[in-house]
């Protein structure tokens, strides 16, 4: 017995050791000191986790957030786990230096229980995305979601709520979850929003994902954000004080500069969303603070994205043990070919069909009998 208690004081020390090295040494890696924002992060802290898993989740967080400059006028960091019920480790105001938040992230401990991720997501919106939790209403906003890809509740509505209010959704699925449910909750472009990975292969997107954060919280020109076909979202830095003056936001396709509408918005704002554009259309964008003196301005070029042309009707038919019959209407010319997506609900994997844009109907077949 005493050689085990010593063998275990041996492993923790080295342990602290190594933590030391590796936290507080930091420092000597690159700085990031020019970003501002508020950073959420949800993390599954269910049954449905490993041990190992969640271990390897807190490293992950630990070696995405390492060069960040934390503090109140840098960034803040929030973090909740997602259990039975959600449970507030830290909120925003809580750590202005990294190696302490850093060491609070390691010494987590796994909640268990049920995947109540919906509830952790309305939590979010109306305790921790507020003043009293620390929160800054002029900054950008940014949600980093790790889950398994299973939530025990809904998600899309509270997803949406958080959206509505400017915050910028990432997803980090360990697991294959429901496809169609996690692409609809992250923010657009999906393809930089969500992330597939392995839980023993997290470290490969660690500098990808750090990027991709970046790009929104180094607010120090006029950016666009959630772009579609037919909308975007416009961020930039407070250039007024409150109460002095507002902003004016001119917008016009590049090839019709005659087109051009207006918007207004209070001093307040950093955000604003610009919707009914035409789609695969370049704007020139341009924000002016009108104030006593309207001499500073900012400008962007944005393009719009390809129109999603989706089916208004789709019927289902000849349902058979194992395949059913699926057909669609109408079918423009101009649609090159269709996505169909299937799988079991509620969390089967998601299949994909690729099917010419002439057709309008076929079969989805090798199917699980008795299934939805």
Do not use: C
């Not at 020019?34 to 490293?59: N, W």
């Not at 840098?74 to 809580?94: A, C, H, R, T, Y």
């Not at 025990?152 to 997803?159: A, C, E, F, G, R």
């Amino acid at each position: 017995m005493q050689a085990l208690r010593a063998i275990s004081l041996h492993s923790m020390l080295r342990v602290l050791w190594l933590f030391h090295s590796k936290v507080l040494g930091a420092g000597a890696e690159h700085v990031i000191d020019d970003a501002v924002g508020d950073l959420l992060f949800l993390m599954d802290s269910s049954g449905s986790i490993l041990p190992y898993e969640f271990t390897g989740l807190k490293e992950f967080v630990v070696d995405l957030l390492k060069p960040f400059t934390i503090g109140p006028k840098d960034v803040q960091i929030g973090f909740v786990q997602v259990s039975d019920d959600p449970v507030v480790e830290f909120e925003f105001d809580k750590y202005s230096s990294n190696p302490a938040m850093q060491w609070a992230l390691l010494n987590m401990k796994q909640k268990l229980g049920d995947t109540n991720t919906g509830k952790a997501l309305i939590h979010a919106k109306d305790t921790m995305l507020t003043e009293k939790a620390g929160g800054r209403p002029d900054v950008p906003k940014v949600l980093v979601w790790l889950t398994d890809g299973v939530s025990s509740d809904d998600i899309s509505k509270p997803i949406q709520l958080l959206k509505d209010l400017g915050v910028t959704v990432f997803i980090v699925s360990t697991g294959r979850g429901n496809y169609i449910e996690l692409k609809a909750a992250a923010s657009k472009p999906t393809e930089s929003r969500l992330y597939y990975v392995d839980a023993d292969d997290m470290y490969v997107i660690v500098e990808e994902l750090r990027n991709e954060i970046l790009e929104i919280i180094r607010v120090r020109k006029l950016r666009a954000l959630d772009i579609t076909a037919s909308s975007f979202r416009l961020l930039w830095p407070r250039l007024l004080s409150s109460n002095n003056g507002y902003y004016l936001i001119e917008y016009s396709p590049d090839a019709d500069s005659q087109k051009k509408s207006w918007k207004t918005v209070t001093a307040d704002e950093t955000s604003v969303v610009l919707r009914q554009l035409l789609p695969e259309t370049t704007y020139q964008v341009k924000l002016t603070p009108m104030n006593s003196n309207p001499n500073k301005h900012l400008v962007t070029q944005v393009t719009t994205l390809e129109e999603e042309t989706s089916p208004q009707v789709v019927l289902i038919s000849e349902s058979q043990p194992r395949s059913f019959h699926v057909s669609w209407a109408p079918t423009p010319a101009s649609v090159a070919s269709y996505e169909v997506l299937y799988g079991i609900l509620p969390w089967g994997e998601t299949n994909l069909l690729t099917i010419s844009g002439d057709q309008n109907t076929t079969i989805v077949d090798g199917l699980e009998p008795n299934t939805t």
